[in-house]
């Protein structure tokens, strides 16, 4: 998706992620397609969880619910996803994009289920 990390707050269970989307994920309105902010908010409450578990389990989400505020701009857009709750066996996530002016352009939820990182040993 074209991430670049930028922080992560342990006590918050926060991660700050910045994209810049290129033309191509323009619809034909010039903003991002609906579907590519859907990633966004995925991927930024993923290393939320990532994170938060010292790199040891990422979501296999159950749900993902999206609410689109504002057309989100082909500009550098900040994402923070937040472990809201985890158990073993169920997390409760939350996501949102922000432009450059700190307007809210989207937010996520998900439900998903905390799984090792694939390829690791467990």
Do not use: H, W
């Not at 992620?17 to 930024?44: C, N």
């Not at 504002?70 to 937040?82: C, D, F, S, Y």
């Amino acid at each position: 998706m074209g991430s670049e990390f930028v922080s992560f707050d342990a006590d918050t269970e926060t991660a700050t992620v910045r994209y810049t989307p290129p033309a191509s994920f323009a619809s034909p309105r010039g903003a991002v397609q609906g579907g590519l902010i859907g990633g966004f908010l995925d991927e930024v409450m993923g290393t939320a969880l990532l994170a938060a578990t010292d790199g040891e389990l990422l979501p296999l989400n159950l749900d993902l619910n999206m609410t689109f505020c504002r057309m989100v701009p082909l500009e550098t857009i900040t994402a923070k996803g937040r472990v809201i709750r985890q158990g073993r066996r169920i997390a409760f996530l939350e996501g949102e994009l922000y432009d450059k002016d700190g307007n809210l352009l989207a937010r996520a939820t998900s439900t998903a289920m905390p799984t090792d990182v694939p390829g690791s040993e467990a």
